[in-house]
């Protein structure tokens, strides 16, 4: 079983920024996938980035290109997510997910590739 333990967010005003963080329990493998989801209500939940814990890959949604890095650093086992020149529709709960599966079962940025999740984190993002 793995925890993800989410930390950052927050309310900032638009061409602003944020970190998030995310820790996950336990040993992970440098072919354990984490990154970030995030959603709002009454729309599904969709990857905005993640990447490989080992390195080397890196998925970002085209409205996170440019504007936001996932990069994996601080604490072992943390990824973290810098979100710069925010904008109002990127407010949402923003999640963390892992994937630890041996042989990925789908693609990096859908939300059913991923086994674990944390509870969330809000941004919003003021105009």
């Known amino acids: 079983q793995v925890q993800l333990t989410e930390s950052g967010g927050g309310s900032v005003q638009a061409g602003g920024s944020l970190r998030l963080s995310c820790t996950a329990s336990g040993g992970r493998s440098d072919d354990d996938y984490m990154g970030w989801f995030r959603q709002v209500p009454g729309k599904e939940r969709e990857g905005i980035a993640v990447?490989?814990?080992?390195?080397?890959?890196?998925y970002y949604a085209d409205s996170a290109k440019g504007r936001f890095t996932i990069s994996r650093g601080g604490a072992a086992n943390t990824v973290s997510l810098q979100m710069d020149s925010l904008k109002p529709e990127d407010t949402a709960m923003y999640y963390c997910a892992a994937d630890t599966h041996r042989y990925k079962i789908g693609p990096p940025l859908q939300p059913r590739t991923y086994n674990y999740w944390g509870q969330g984190t809000r941004v919003t993002v003021f105009s």
């Open positions: 990447m490989r814990l080992g390195g080397g890959r890196e």
